[in-house]
Nanobody, 121 residues
């Protein structure tokens, strides 16, 4: 099992920045990738960014170079640096970890409880 705990959300003005953090615990050595998803008001949850253990990243189109995902040295932490925030970025941001167990053909995703990001106009 993997547990995820996010932090760093809050209230920021349009154009401001926030840095989200997520710490994984439990069977962290089975994690092969981590990322962030978000749920904005009235919309389904969507992927924001992902990063693999070897550092490969992928971003949603709406990020447009404003966000940067990174991993900590110990690989149990993932960050999301967000800049040029707009009210459209308001929502709950969830940390995600993807786990693979040797001998098991399936991947197992885990999510944290989320952290609220509110961008005022």
């Amino acid at each position: 099992q993997v547990q995820l705990a996010e932090s760093g959300g809050g209230l920021v003005q349009t154009g401001g920045s926030l840095r989200l953090s997520c710490v994984a615990s439990g069977d962290i050595f089975s994690i092969y990738g981590m990322g962030w998803e978000r749920q904005t008001p009235g919309n389904q949850r969507e992927l924001v960014a992902v990063i693999s253990n070897d550092g490969k990243t992928n971003y949603a189109g709406f990020v447009k170079g404003r966000f940067t995902i990174s991993r900590g040295n110990s690989k149990d932490t993932v960050y999301l640096q967000m800049t040029e925030l707009s009210p459209e970025d308001t929502g709950v941001y969830f940390c995600r970890a993807d786990r693979k167990i040797p001998g098991d053909p399936y991947d197992y995703p885990y999510w944290g409880r989320g952290t609220q990001v509110t961008v005022s106009s």
